[in-house]
C-alpha cells in the first residue's frame, strides 16, 4: 500500500514568488492536512481538510492556503514568498475525522528553501 | 506555557539500554497522544499512539499515559544504535490536528 506521497520533494523559490506543493493521501484515506517544520518552530500546523472542505486551520499568514479535491487529492500554495518560509513542509492523511486513534502518516514532505 | 514540552535533550544512552522518554501537556483535555520518530532529513514516523490511561506496549516500544498528572512516556527497551533520532511527542486538538513538542534528540552509543 503506497504512503503519502508528495511533489517535489525539494525546490528551490525567490523572494516574492508563489509555490505549489501536491500531495496524495493513503488510499482510502479521506483527511488530509499539512505542517510546516523549521529548525526554530518545529512542526506546526497549517490546515486540515475532509471531504474538500478546510475543516481546521493554524495561525499561519492568508499567503498560506490549500484545496482539497474530489479524489482527496490536496495541493496548498505559498504566496509572496519570504524567506522565513524556507521549511519542510509535510502533508498527513489519515482515515477519519473524529475519534481517538485517529492515526496520521506523514509523507516524505516537500524542502522549500527561498533565496 | 508551552501546550507539549519535551525536554530537548540530547538523551544519551548505552546499547541496550532502557531510553526513557518524557513529554507533558497543559490541556486536560487532551484525548488522545502519539509519538513520532524523526531521523535527520526523514519525515516523522509513527510510533504509537495511546488514549487510555495506563501503559500500552508494541515490541521494545512502552508508550505510558498519566491524565491526572498530564504526562505521556514512552519507553524503549534494549535500545539499538538505530533507535537514534528525534522522537516528537504530539498531542490530537481535532481530526488531523496535531501540537507538537519540540522533540527530544536520542543518542544510542554502541
Known amino acids: 500500500k503506497a504512503g503519502v506521497t508528495q511533489t517535489p520533494r525539494y525546490l528551490i523559490k525567490t523572494r516574492g514568488q508563489q509555490v505549489t506543493l501536491s500531495c496524495s493521501p493513503i488510499?482510502?484515506?479521506?483527511?488530509v492536512s499539512w505542517y510546516q517544520q523549521t529548525p526554530g518552530q518545529g512542526l506546526q500546523f497549517l490546515f486540515e481538510?475532509?471531504?474538500?472542505?478546510?475543516?481546521n486551520k493554524g495561525n499561519f499568514p492568508g499567503r498560506f492556503s490549500g484545496r482539497q479535491f474530489s479524489n482527496s487529492r490536496s495541493e496548498m500554495n505559498v504566496s509572496t514568498l519570504e524567506l522565513g518560509d524556507s521549511a519542510l513542509y509535510l502533508c498527513?492523511?489519515?482515515?477519519?475525522?473524529?475519534?481517538?486513534?485517529?492515526?496520521?502518516?506523514f509523507g516524505e514532505g516537500s524542502w522549500l528553501t527561498v533565496v | 506555557q508551552k501546550e507539549v514540552e519535551q525536554n530537548s535533550g540530547p538523551l544519551s544512552v548505552p546499547e541496550g539500554a532502557i531510553a526513557s522518554l518524557n513529554c507533558t501537556y497543559s490541556d486536560r483535555g487532551s484525548q488522545s497522544f502519539f509519538w513520532y520518530r524523526q531521523y535527520s532529513g526523514k519525515s516523522p514516523e509513527l510510533i504509537m499512539f495511546?488514549?487510555?490511561?495506563g501503559d500500552k506496549e508494541d515490541g521494545r516500544f512502552t508508550a505510558q499515559l498519566n491524565k491526572a498528572s498530564q504526562y505521556v512516556s514512552l519507553l524503549i527497551r534494549d535500545s539499538q544504535p538505530s533507535d537514534s533520532a528525534t522522537y516528537l511527542c504530539a498531542v490530537s486538538k481535532g481530526a488531523q490536528k496535531l501540537v507538537f513538542g519540540q522533540g527530544t534528540r536520542l543518542t544510542i552509543n554502541p
Open positions: 498527513a492523511s489519515s482515515l477519519w475525522t473524529t475519534g481517538s486513534g485517529n492515526t496520521i502518516y
Open positions: 495511546i488514549y487510555s490511561n
Open positions: 481538510y475532509f471531504s474538500e472542505t478546510q475543516r
Open positions: 488510499s482510502g484515506h479521506r483527511s
